[in-house]
């Protein structure tokens, strides 16, 4: 007799997103007319910048040639030439030594933060942030590192650690001993961002208890402020506690091509239960190459686009359109009456539900009355409730649409 995982069967609910698309298009079956306007799940509508595009084809006309043809990517982490790129662009352009061996190349960073705890132990006590994208909490429970649900939506066995408006919605300290923490800054879903003196805290912290820090960095391209950090490896430290995780879905509009990437220093160190060393850099690795054949050479080709001169102003040029959106919706949100967080270095809009309206509830209400797509603050956890997110990833006139219909209920 076959048996199921029974920790997949604690999950309390579907996954969010696809909550929302059922939602949806059930609205949309039962109203075809209504012109919905989606500002829900952060999905991009820019296409690809023409520099990407140009690689890519080049890469396919490559792909189509015997003595150039590609097949496995070798080990599975990426083409040095990709490496390479990251690891100047992204990291010494900002002070931060890294070697390329310390470069992981994937198909994204949700499957990359899903995946990690995968190398750890079971008896890992885990600490989130709440509100918090779902991922991080849903695999730790198909894992088997929670216990139950409870009725507001968490898990026993979870560390929940509040982001709120009082403390900026930075998470405090947790008052109790944990081992893997999770981190997105800027945040999803609040639009938080964090300073280079609230990540040392925490970086001080891992160093302390030997914990590790897994750093969700899929929106750092849409900070402005010259002050603020990029990556948590711009912290005295991290390198010996944190893992880093990186996007190109939002940044170069990757969400239906699929890159992104992880970075494992070799200076972090996991523990056996005896006490001794491991290197998480080698496991990660011998992770992959068991699991993942790497990504496709055309994919990586388009990745490597994206730092070229041309790449980098054409996508500077979409990110410019996305905060503008933001920008846009903060400002008529804020004429509205509404509390607005976020948006300024980050992609998000959280705002508060008018007069404490459930953030479900709103979510109805604005698809029926607005016709508009947003995601419910409760879908994020428990802290998430009486909270509600937008996304500037659409086009400025559809943004401005729906702020004018939002106006009008």
Request: glycine letters at 10%.
């Given at each position: 007799?076959?048996?199921?995982?029974?920790?997949?069967?604690?999950?309390?609910?579907?996954?969010?997103?696809?909550?929302?698309?059922?939602?949806?298009?059930?609205?949309?079956?039962?109203?075809?007319?209504?012109?919905?306007?989606?500002?829900?799940?952060?999905?991009?509508?820019?296409?690809?910048?023409?520099?990407?595009?140009?690689?890519?084809?080049?890469?396919?006309?490559?792909?189509?040639?015997?003595?150039?043809?590609?097949?496995?990517?070798?080990?599975?982490?990426?083409?040095?030439?990709?490496?390479?790129?990251?690891?100047?662009?992204?990291?010494?352009?900002?002070?931060?030594?890294?070697?390329?061996?310390?470069?992981?190349?994937?198909?994204?960073?949700?499957?990359?933060?899903?995946?990690?705890?995968?190398?750890?132990?079971?008896?890992?006590?885990?600490?989130?942030?709440?509100?918090?994208?779902?991922?991080?909490?849903?695999?730790?429970?198909?894992?088997?590192?929670?216990?139950?649900?409870?009725?507001?939506?968490?898990?026993?066995?979870?560390?929940?650690?509040?982001?709120?408006?009082?403390?900026?919605?930075?998470?405090?300290?947790?008052?109790?001993?944990?081992?893997?923490?999770?981190?997105?800054?800027?945040?999803?879903?609040?639009?938080?961002?964090?300073?280079?003196?609230?990540?040392?805290?925490?970086?001080?912290?891992?160093?302390?208890?030997?914990?590790?820090?897994?750093?969700?960095?899929?929106?750092?391209?849409?900070?402005?402020?010259?002050?603020?950090?990029?990556?948590?490896?711009?912290?005295?430290?991290?390198?010996?506690?944190?893992?880093?995780?990186?996007?190109?879905?939002?940044?170069?509009?990757?969400?239906?091509?699929?890159?992104?990437?992880?970075?494992?220093?070799?200076?972090?160190?996991?523990?056996?239960?005896?006490?001794?060393?491991?290197?998480?850099?080698?496991?990660?690795?011998?992770?992959?190459?068991?699991?993942?054949?790497?990504?496709?050479?055309?994919?990586?080709?388009?990745?490597?686009a994206v730092y070229s001169a041309d790449g980098?102003?054409?996508?500077?040029?979409?990110?410019?359109?996305?905060?503008?959106?933001?920008?846009?919706?903060?400002?008529?949100?804020?004429?509205?009456?509404?509390t607005v967080y976020g948006g300024i270095n980050?992609?998000?809009?959280?705002?508060?539900?008018?007069?404490?309206?459930?953030s479900w509830k709103f979510f109805d209400l604005?698809?029926?009355?607005?016709?508009?797509?947003?995601?419910?603050?409760?879908?994020?956890?428990?802290?998430?409730?009486?909270?509600?997110?937008?996304?500037?990833?659409?086009?400025?006139?559809?943004?401005?649409?729906?702020?004018?219909?939002?106006?009008?209920?």
């Open positions: 007799m076959i048996n199921v995982n029974e920790n997949y069967l604690k999950l309390q609910a579907g996954y969010l997103f696809p909550e929302i698309g059922r939602r949806v298009r059930a609205f949309a079956a039962a109203n075809p007319d209504a012109a919905i306007i989606k500002l829900g799940i952060g999905d991009v509508t820019e296409p690809l910048a023409p520099a990407v595009i140009e690689a890519m084809h080049n890469a396919v006309d490559e792909m189509s040639r015997a003595e150039s043809f590609r097949g496995y990517d070798g080990d599975g982490v990426g083409y040095e030439f990709l490496r390479n790129a990251i690891v100047e662009n992204d990291f010494r352009s900002r002070g931060v030594d890294l070697d390329i061996s310390e470069v992981f190349a994937s198909d994204g960073a949700k499957c990359d933060t899903g995946n990690f705890q995968e190398i750890f132990a079971l008896g890992n006590i885990v600490a989130v942030t709440d509100p918090v994208y779902p991922v991080y909490v849903d695999t730790n429970v198909m894992a088997g590192r929670t216990g139950v649900g409870v009725g507001s939506g968490g898990y026993e066995g979870i560390v929940y650690m509040p982001c709120t408006a009082e403390n900026g919605f930075v998470p405090d300290l947790p008052d109790q001993d944990v081992d893997m923490i999770y981190l997105c800054f800027p945040n999803n879903p609040t639009g938080a961002v964090a300073t280079k003196e609230q990540l040392k805290k925490w970086v001080d912290y891992a160093r302390r208890r030997k914990a590790i820090i897994l750093f969700d960095a899929a929106y750092e391209a849409f900070i402005s402020d010259a002050d603020l950090p990029h990556s948590i490896y711009e912290i005295e430290g991290a390198k010996e506690v944190a893992v880093e995780f990186r996007s190109f879905s939002k940044t170069a509009g990757f969400t239906g091509v699929r890159f992104g990437y992880t970075v494992v220093p070799k200076e972090l160190k996991a523990y056996n239960a005896d006490g001794s060393v491991a290197d998480v850099n080698a496991l990660w690795n011998r992770r992959q190459c068991t699991k993942f054949n790497g990504v496709s050479y055309i994919t990586q080709v388009g990745a490597a980098k102003r054409q996508i500077q040029q979409t990110i410019d359109l996305y905060m503008s959106n933001a920008a846009a919706m903060r400002n008529s949100l804020e004429k509205l009456g509404y980050a992609p998000y809009i959280w705002l508060r539900t008018p007069d404490g309206v459930d604005l698809l029926e009355k607005a016709n508009v797509v947003g995601t419910p603050g409760a879908g994020f956890g428990a802290a998430g409730e009486g909270y509600f997110r937008l996304s500037a990833f659409n086009d400025p006139k559809k943004v401005a649409e729906a702020m004018d219909r939002l106006a009008k209920i």
